[in-house]
């Protein structure tokens, strides 16, 4: 099982990005996207299940839109207006259960994050 997360890098406040993970060996019925600044614990960011709902952290809502290809095993979050507190190491995860959580423990499996900077 591998989730690979590609999609990040720097961008000036304000700018977007989009983030992709793929998901390999596994099927997971809810997707998501956490994020670590240095020095901070690994904070939740969106999810989506298998039918599309979808759960976002009130920082990102109305910013940043996550979507997924079940035919193709993918995920991604488009992230606009972006903001310096933006900046962390982001992380896909999956989880078996369609029922989207909002908690790190509540996921199966973990990508290996990439890094996303957004400067002043």
């Known amino acids: 099982v591998q989730l690979q997360a590609s999609g990040g890098g720097l961008v000036q406040a304000g700018g977007s990005l989009r983030l992709s993970c793929a998901a390999s060996g596994r099927t997971f019925s809810t997707m998501g996207w956490f994020r670590q600044a240095p020095g901070k614990e690994r904070e939740f960011v969106s999810a989506?299940?298998?039918?599309?709902?979808?759960l976002y952290a009130d920082s990102v809502k109305g910013r940043f839109t996550t979507s997924r290809d079940n035919a193709k095993s993918t995920v991604s979050l488009q992230m606009n207006s972006l903001k310096p507190e933006d900046t962390a190491v982001y992380y896909c995860?999956?989880?078996?259960?369609?029922?989207?959580?909002?908690?790190?423990?509540?996921?199966?499996?973990w990508g290996q994050g990439t890094q996303v900077t957004v400067s002043s």
């Open positions: 995860a999956g989880r078996y259960s369609i029922l989207a959580v909002s908690t790190p423990g509540g996921y199966d499996y």
């Open positions: 989506i299940n298998w039918s599309g709902s979808t």
